[in-house]
């Protein structure tokens, strides 16, 4: 089945006392818009990686129709816009070709790890084969922010890419619509009862650990206290510092500046480890 619409899924939306609003979302989208939702360094941010994924899987996933292509085909026009965008008759028949093109490049792929593997007795390691497969897929992205006027701005106007504005679009209308929860602490992916089971210093652990998956499955709801704090320590000693962002304190008065990094008035779980 194609596949194409963005998904956005709120997972935590905290305010301090102060009404500094933090909000971690969990984003799906055609993973060649990457690059641009990238650029805005007011996000703290984790993607799926393509190193840490399957090559099977995602070839299973091609050759089966799972292929992600944009909702929106305009016509070539000079400049970085483009122009009309085409009947729906014609984006079909666009689309089912590029999914034939998936399904090839897929094959050539297959055939080329094979013959490697006959030759050598090794496979080509996924972080080269994926990357050939990245414009046909999805990528999932967990993303926590203080400040979206900017990139709702740039991202809901005209002249932006019609995949990155829908994906803008249904941020801003979560953003309009969900009321946030004054509290101290942000812990997405920590429910109240796991906060008052675990305790604070815990939640924030197991909070990045779940952060951390999104790099190759995103967390879908499994609770195992013991691979969680493997996972907190193993980052922790390895110095991939990344996921700790998405856990903050809050500060609305500001006594640790230093701390709060790319948020306004929460102090960041990373700067405890920097």
């Known amino acids: 089945m194609l596949t194409n619409k963005p998904t956005v899924n709120l997972i935590c939306d905290s305010v301090n006392e102060a009404g500094n609003r933090l909000t971690t979302f ?7 818009i990457l690059p641009e939702m990238n650029t805005h360094r007011v996000f703290s941010r984790n993607a799926a990686s393509s190193r840490a994924q399957s ?4 070839c299973k996933n091609i050759i089966q129709g799972n292929v992600c292509v944009p909702e929106h085909w305009n016509a070539e026009k000079p400049g970085m816009v483009g122009g009309e965008e085409f009947p ?3 984006k079909k028949t666009i689309n089912n070709r590029i999914q034939i093109l998936a399904r090839n490049v ?3 792929l297959m055939a080329l790890n094979l013959w490697v593997k006959n030759a050598t007795g090794y496979e080509i390691h996924k972080q080269y084969l ?3 497969l ?3 897929c999805q990528v999932t992205q967990l993303i926590s922010s203080t400040e979206w006027s900017n ?8 002249d932006a890419q019609p995949e990155i504005k829908d994906v803008a679009m249904l941020i801003m209308d979560e953003l309009m619509n969900h009321k ?3 509290r101290v602490l942000h812990l997405p992916y920590i429910t109240d009862k796991e906060f008052t089971e675990y305790g604070e210093e815990t939640s924030k652990k197991i909070s990045v650990a779940r952060c951390a998956r999104v790099s190759y499955k995103a967390y879908a709801g499994e609770r195992d206290f013991e691979r969680d704090m493997r996972l907190f320590e193993r980052l922790k000693t390895n110095g991939h510092l990344s996921p700790f962002e998405h856990v903050a304190m809050a500060d609305p008065e500001a006594l640790w500046p230093e701390d709060h990094k790319n948020y306004k008035g929460w102090c960041q779980y990373r700067s405890l480890f920097e």
Do not use: C
């Open 26 to 32: 969990e984003v799906k989208y055609w993973r060649p």
């Open 55 to 58: 090559f099977d899987a995602r």
């Open 88 to 90: 729906d008759d014609i």
């Open 106 to 108: 897929t094959s050539e």
């Open 130 to 132: 994926n990357r050939y």
């Open 134 to 136: 990245e414009p046909f």
């Open 151 to 158: 990139f709702l701005k740039l991202r809901t106007a005209d």
């Open 180 to 182: 946030p929860v004054e």
